[in-house]
């Protein structure tokens, strides 16, 4: 059973910092892209960043480049996101997710395998 399970959500003030993992089992993903979404109350979910199977390339949305960095330990089969500068509008659920699509990342339908989500709420 492929499962994606994520973890390091919370509650941070504005401009604090968080950590989000995410643990991948049930199957091999070293030939996987990675990637990460949010959704906010009311909002579509929305593209976060994404790093390609071989780690060479990532991905970010405009709205978090500078601030998030997203990593992974492909012998671990695990994916980080690196949270800084954090704001209000960062609230959201995250998902961790995974595709052997190597284009279009920026795309939930892209993604084949998703993580149930982890709470980020950064208070002003």
């Known amino acids: 059973q492929v499962q994606l399970v994520e973890s390091g959500g919370g509650l941070v003030q504005a401009g604090g910092s968080l950590r989000l993992s995410c643990a991948a089992s049930?199957?091999?993903?070293?030939?996987?892209?990675m990637g990460w979404f949010r959704q906010a109350p009311g909002k579509e979910r929305e593209f976060v960043a994404a790093?390609?199977?071989?780690?060479?390339?990532?991905y970010y949305a405009d709205s978090v480049k500078g601030r998030f960095t997203i990593s992974r330990d492909r012998a671990k089969s695990t994916v980080s996101l690196q949270m800084n500068s954090l704001k209000p509008e960062d609230t959201a659920v995250y998902y961790c997710?995974?595709?052997?699509?190597?284009?279009?990342?920026?795309?939930?339908?892209?993604?084949?395998?998703w993580g149930q989500g982890t709470q980020v709420t950064v208070s002003s």
């Open positions: 997710t995974a595709t052997p699509v190597r284009d279009s990342l920026q795309i939930p339908s892209t993604y084949d395998y």
């Open positions: 049930g199957r091999t993903f070293t030939s996987y892209a």
């Open positions: 790093i390609s199977w071989t780690s060479i390339r990532t």
